[in-house]
Structures are given as C-alpha cells and as structure tokens.
C-alpha cells in the first residue's frame, strides 16, 4: 500500500499493507525475505499509509482502513503510542507538516482531512470542546464531497493544504492561523 524513508536514517525504509503489517527493512540487509522490524496486526484493517517523522526520528504514523491513526516509537513498537479516532471512513494518506513536528494531518474517505497536534495529547476539555472530537484533534477540513484520495502540506506556507478528492475537484486552503495562535497565546499567558 506505501512505503516511505525516514529522513534521519537513508538505510530503513517503512512499508505498511493489506496485510495489517508495519516492516521496516534495511536497505544494506542482503537477504531480502527479513525485515529488521515487524508490527503484526497493527490495525484491524489494511494499513494504507506510513509517515517517519521528519524531525522526531523516532516517530512514525500510520494510516489505516479501520479508520484510525496510530502513533508509534520506533523504539518500541510493541504497541502504538497513540490512536487518533475522528474519521468516520478509512483513512487513505497521513503526512507530517513541514514546519511543526507535533502536527500531522491524514484524510479519509469520509471526504475530510483532519490536523492531529501530538501537543494536545491528553489535555483536558470541557464538555463543549469534547463534542467536537478530542483535544488532539485541531481541524478537520471537510470542503469535499467525494472521498479525499490525497493532500499536500505547502512547504512555504506553514498551514496552507492542497487537497484532492473523487469529485475531481482540487482545493487549495489554509486552517484559521487564528486556531493555532490563540492555543499558543494562551498557553503564554499562563506560563
């Protein structure tokens, strides 16, 4: 289903498939049947996307058919860190963003992307702010009416998205900065 090559080490490479699997090979290994690590049963659906954090090296995502995604350490991948349920379909492509390591966005056939920030594992909410989804959830874009088959962070424009989807229609859009700022004001104001 995919593959992808953490940034930080040019020797492993990640692939994920129909096979619930996360491998992750070696690429100076000569015997091509073994990886040097394999998560069995990651998902309980086909896994369909992988992402290597592009500054943690530690860190990998992945994206999966029973609508969730899995954060994992690379360090110990016995179990995921973190799952992010907020997609109501499969999810088809995650990738991190280029300008914060803590954010990671994935879309779905449910027609929407979601931006996930790992900063806000954990933090409590109220009862208004949890009916929209958890407190990692920071945006979902939801401007497609057909599934959402692909997405691209711009990497010289920190929160703007180009997405794509089965209505053959290409968005371009940006999350409200204001989202983000006023989290990280008030985070300033009581520290």
């Avoid at 401007?143 to 990497?155: E, L, P, Q, Y």
Wanted: hydrophobic letters at 35%; glycine letters at 6%; proline letters at 5%.
């Amino acid at each position: 289903e995919d593959v992808d090559w953490p940034r930080r080490d040019p020797n492993l490479i990640g692939s994920v498939g129909d096979d619930r699997c996360i491998m992750v090979w070696d690429a100076r290994e000569k015997d091509p049947r073994g990886a040097v690590h394999t998560v069995r049963d990651a998902h309980d659906g086909d896994v369909n996307s992988i992402a290597f954090n592009p500054v943690n090296e530690f860190l990998v995502a992945t994206g999966s058919a029973d609508r969730t995604v899995k954060l994992w350490d690379m360090r110990n991948l016995k179990a995921p860190m973190q799952t992010f349920e907020g997609h109501t379909d499969q999810v088809y492509n995650i990738e991190w963003a280029p300008h914060n390591e803590s954010v990671l966005a994935s879309c779905s056939a449910d027609r929407r992307v979601a931006i996930w920030d790992l900063s806000r594992i954990g933090m409590e909410q109220t009862p208004e702010d949890a009916e929209d989804g958890p407190p990692e959830l920071l945006f979902l874009h939801g401007g497609h009416t057909s599934k959402v088959s692909d997405f691209c962070w711009n990497a010289n424009d920190e929160w703007t998205v180009a997405s794509v989807s089965e209505d053959n229609v290409l968005q371009v859009w940006n999350m409200a900065e204001e989202i983000y700022a006023e989290e990280e004001e008030a985070m300033s104001e009581d520290g």
